[in-house]
């Protein structure tokens, strides 16, 4: 009897699954590299993502890819959620749109947002203001309102004396570039403007762009895109706006998209600058930037999505991410200086 009591134990044991305090802890997954896998610097760049939730990364010098892997859910054709990255393509909007005569870069928003104009505050905002963010309007990050919703928003602080990180004024933005359309006899919406002036010109294809409900499409975080279409508008941008030599956007108000503002030097119009310090104007983003080249320009969102270009390197770089929401992500902490030393130093 003891010998068969002693057997059933042993039988037992032997079936039952290790206790999870003998596993060992599931790593970052590792990343599959299509492009560089023999370069140390392109490995270093890849287990940093990967081990940060990293799903894809893109790097290209002179428009060849040096470095290219994915991870986890990441894979050359797998669109992503590019969040706040996306309020870069308002740049080019108003680029665009300043070619085509249909605003100047310091009009006043009232000039087209005609229920301002009896504010004293608000009728002195202009398009500058708006897309530096330092119009006054507050608004809640994550929570986009309507167009509509927009143009009804109170002003908080004086124009020009605050930097106010948000998606309202991107939707005022995407208010004032409907109107304008229609008013030129063209289809209102600011996204089918932007990819008939721009996105179809440079080949860059969505996966998606998210719109609201009643349709408003999203330009603070509305862009679902590959790291490759992503770095396409990379590429534009180090371009300075030309395609094929041609340039498809005023240069001088793209040009204008990388001057820091007053009141944050470390925000252009739509595009993070290199500023050291803590007027970074959003949560985890001050570091010691004097250690990547001055020229740098980068698009971020909330998951660590990033588009990195540095002109006189020749770099654009795109990385996703997965990411499960605002605030303090799942794992180690982020740098954007330790990423770009991966392919500058």
Request: net charge positive; proline share 9%; charged share 20%.
């Amino acid at each position: 009897m003891r010998r068969l009591m002693l057997a059933a134990i042993a039988a037992a044991l032997m079936a039952t699954p290790a206790l999870a305090l003998d596993a060992p802890a599931a790593g970052p997954a590792p990343a599959r590299p299509l492009a560089g896998a023999n370069d140390p610097r392109c490995q270093r760049a890849l287990a940093y993502s990967a081990a940060r939730r990293g799903a894809a990364v893109l790097v290209l010098k002179d428009g060849k890819p040096i470095c290219e892997g994915y991870a986890g859910e990441g894979a050359p054709d797998h669109p992503m959620e590019t969040a706040s990255g996306t309020k870069s393509f308002s740049g080019a909007i108003l680029a665009a749109a300043v070619q085509d005569g249909l605003l100047t870069l310091d009009e006043p928003v009232a000039r087209t947002i005609t229920e301002w104009q009896a504010d004293p505050r608000k009728a002195r905002v202009t398009i500058r203001q708006l897309l530096s963010l330092s119009s006054g309007m507050p608004s809640t990050v994550g929570r986009p309102p309507t167009y509509a919703g927009a143009v009804a928003m109170p002003l908080t602080e004086e124009p020009g004396t605050a930097f106010l990180y948000g998606p309202g004024p991107y939707q005022l933005f995407g208010e004032v570039m409907r109107r304008k359309l229609v008013a030129s006899g063209q289809p209102g919406d600011p996204y089918a403007y932007l990819k008939r002036r721009v996105l179809d010109p440079i080949g860059l294809v969505p996966g998606d762009w998210r719109r609201l409900p009643g349709g408003d499409a999203l330009l603070p975080q509305g862009a679902v895109l590959t790291a490759r279409e992503w770095a396409k508008y990379g590429e534009f941008i180090r371009a300075g706006g030309k395609v094929k030599g041609k340039q498809i956007v005023d240069a001088a108000t793209l040009k204008a998209v990388f001057v820091p503002s007053a009141v944050n030097p470390a925000y252009g119009l739509t595009w993070w600058l290199p500023h050291n310090g803590p007027r970074m104007g959003a949560a985890g983003v001050a570091e010691d930037y004097s250690q990547v080249p001055a020229d740098m320009v980068m698009a971020r969102g909330a998951g660590d999505q990033r588009l990195i270009v540095i002109p006189s390197r020749g770099i654009t770089a795109a990385r996703l991410a997965a990411f499960t929401g605002l605030g303090r992500q799942a794992g180690p902490a982020w740098s954007d200086v330790e990423f770009i030393r991966n392919f500058t130093d």
